[in-house]
């Protein structure tokens, strides 16, 4: 028997580390995570979901339970496991409900990695838990009420109260692409007309620029002939920015936060989007409060450094980082 780790006064052992899974259809981000908020180990392991959901679970077991092996090798503690899956998640019985990306279909993902690491485990939703990560260890620091916006194949949106995200009664809040902004638009992946998503995700502006131009162009593409002044692109780029403060005029309606931080590879475009986009929303504020526009600050490594979050807040490890 080894004697465990030595702990804080306050209850965080100096030793303690969170296994970090994010899931994504590609690839999967992992880390072993202090509770300061701190990467201290760091892997990428491809998802390769075309193998069918019940490999993917495997490999997810298998890659959670090889980092806490290594956090045991190198003398630290695993507390707790934090996985974080795209699509609909059921975070209060730990099931990854649909993930159409990876193929998951009312997985039980924490009782699996429970049966398998011993480990507290809890289940995330990816975008809630990269606003949560920025929410208190990135671009929203300090604001207490945010609202994290991820732009990039699609767009979804954490709202983020004092360190915690809204989760919904249904394990679906947040789908921020699916606000209806132009009702005879484009059709959404979601079968209707006009979702935020299909007007102004990096797909679509894609999309829309190779329609008029007859040409297929990327979002980056398209942003970079905007900037240099090429009429069809300008006029596309700002089509999206005019949906976009559309989309977050009415986001502001509801939640009234002190600041938006605008993540996904969209915000690539750095001032070329957040400019603009400012602008726009400042003009459809009325009595509302204009909330501060800011660029994430953590990158792909969000979603991670959340599920981490979310694991050390269910079992109780005080971490050091402030919740507002
Ligand atoms: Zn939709």
Redesign the pocket.
């Known amino acids: 028997m080894t004697e465990p780790p030595a702990r804080l006064a306050g209850g965080v052992g100096d030793a303690d580390v969170v296994v970090a899974l994010d899931v994504g259809g590609t690839g999967m981000k992992c880390a072993l995570v202090s509770p300061d908020g701190r990467t201290v180990h760091s892997e990428r392991h491809p998802t390769d979901a075309a193998r069918g959901p019940d490999a993917v679970v495997d490999t997810i077991l298998a890659v959670a339970e090889g980092l806490a092996g290594k956090a045991r090798a190198d003398g630290r503690n695993p507390v707790a496991l934090g996985v974080a899956v795209p699509g609909i998640v059921d975070e209060a019985r730990g099931v990854a409900v649909w993930s159409a990306n990876i193929g998951f279909r009312d997985v039980p993902l924490r009782d699996l990695a429970v049966a398998r690491l011993g480990l507290p485990t809890t289940l995330g939703h990816d975008v809630r838990v990269g606003g949560v990560a920025e929410a208190r260890l990135g671009a929203g620091r300090g604001a207490g009420h945010v609202l994290f916006v991820a732009i990039g194949t699609g767009i979804a949106a954490a709202h983020v109260v004092d360190g915690s995200a809204d989760v919904g009664a249904h394990g679906a809040a947040g789908?921020f692409?699916?606000i209806?902004v132009r009702p005879n638009g484009p059709r959404?992946?979601?079968?209707?007309p006009g979702?935020?998503?299909?007007v102004a995700s990096a797909a679509a502006v894609g999309r829309r620029y190779a329609e008029l131009a007859g040409a297929p162009a990327t979002a980056a593409e398209v942003a970079e002939r905007a900037a240099a002044g090429e009429p069809l692109a300008a006029r596309v780029w700002q089509d999206t920015v005019d949906a976009l403060a559309d989309g977050l005029a009415t986001a502001q309606a509801l939640f009234d936060v002190a600041t938006v931080v605008v993540g996904g590879g969209l915000a690539q475009a750095g001032a070329q989007l957040l400019d603009p986009l400012r602008a726009a929303l400042r003009e459809r504020m009325t009595f509302h409060r204009e909330p501060a526009l800011v660029p994430a600050a953590l990158g792909d490594e969000a979603g991670c450094l959340g599920a981490a979050l979310l694991a050390l807040d269910a079992v109780g490890v005080p971490t050091t980082v402030e919740k507002r």
């Open positions: 789908e692409g699916h209806l959404c992946g979601c079968g209707r979702c935020l998503e299909a």
